[in-house]
């Protein structure tokens, strides 16, 4: 097979059904892509070698660090369509001034770290997939409300430096540096302000969060209020609000060493599989 051939499509909605049943013949690796497939069908592209579907990447925005995961269909798979995919959607990334690339893959699929190793990738950090499920806590009324734009500059800087604070804990991140806001940032947050959410004391943020459908995508607390309990309350109120907009379960990612695995762990969070990331220089 000439993997020269092998022509490459922008996703379009109309090829849903086929690529959803491309994906279902490797559940594990597949289950992930549909997920963000449905979110956001526009970061993906499709291989096809000649009429035949055979392969499908998922290439985030080309921005400085980008995400790029590929899936070649299993009856497809060991005949170089995966590499030449990957080839291809570094080249995009890499022209629209992307210098590293991330990609992810369940720690329970070994044949995907030796890919990526193969490919120039190195190990990089590892991430908890974890779910609770059951009743709603009972919590006490809590100072939380819902994001507005007005709320950025005192948001950003706080859920910004607790995540470089916990990337340099777990240390597996040398190259970690503190965020710094952006007017394109801001205009993102904004579009899904519904979903975000500020704890405040005495009228200051202390505090911040966002959700993404039944996820848990990110909660922080103002570094000198970590172990007060805030977190503790912040994260049972948002479960509950996830539950009462009728989801059954409530998922977050959690990095493996991150000291707040005891917490999820302690509101009945169970770990559901280790994602693996990799990097590459391009």
């Not at 996703?11 to 497939?37: C, M, Q």
């Not at 699929?109 to 990089?124: D, I, Q």
Request: glycine letters at 6%; aromatic letters at 10%.
């Amino acid at each position: 097979m000439n993997t020269t051939d092998i022509r490459y499509e922008r996703f379009n909605e109309r090829d849903f059904t086929t690529v959803k049943e491309l994906l279902s013949y490797d559940v594990v690796a597949g289950e992930d892509l549909l997920r963000v497939l449905a979110q956001a069908p526009e970061l993906f592209i499709t291989a096809y070698m000649e009429d035949k579907l055979v392969g499908l990447a998922q290439v985030n925005e080309p921005v400085p660090q980008s995400y790029l995961n590929v899936y070649v269909a299993p009856q497809f798979r060991r005949q170089g369509i995966g590499s030449a995919i990957v080839e291809y959607a570094e080249g995009e990334l890499r022209a629209g001034g992307t210098q590293k690339v991330r990609s992810s893959f369940r720690a329970d699929h070994p044949s995907s770290l030796a890919f990526a190793r193969k490919l120039g990738y190195g190990e990089y950090f590892s991430s908890a997939l974890m779910q609770r499920s059951g009743e709603l806590f009972p919590v006490e009324e809590l100072p939380v409300r819902t994001y507005t734009d007005e709320d950025y500059l005192a948001s950003h800087p706080l859920y910004a430096t607790a995540f470089h604070e916990m990337r340099v804990r777990v240390g597996c991140f040398p190259d970690s540096v503190i965020a710094q806001p952006s007017e394109k940032e801001r205009k993102e947050w904004q579009k899904d302000a519904e979903d975000r959410f500020v704890y405040e004391i005495n009228g200051e943020i202390v505090a911040y969060s966002h959700l993404s459908g039944n996820e848990l995508s990110s909660i922080s607390v103002r570094t000198d209020l970590q172990g007060r309990g805030i977190g503790r309350k912040m994260v049972m109120h948002l479960c509950n609000l996830i539950y009462q907009r009728g989801n059954e379960t409530v998922e977050l990612s959690c990095v493996v060493g991150n000291e707040a695995r005891k917490l999820y762990d302690s509101l009945g969070f169970e770990e559901k599989y280790i994602r693996d990331f990799v990097r590459k220089t391009l």
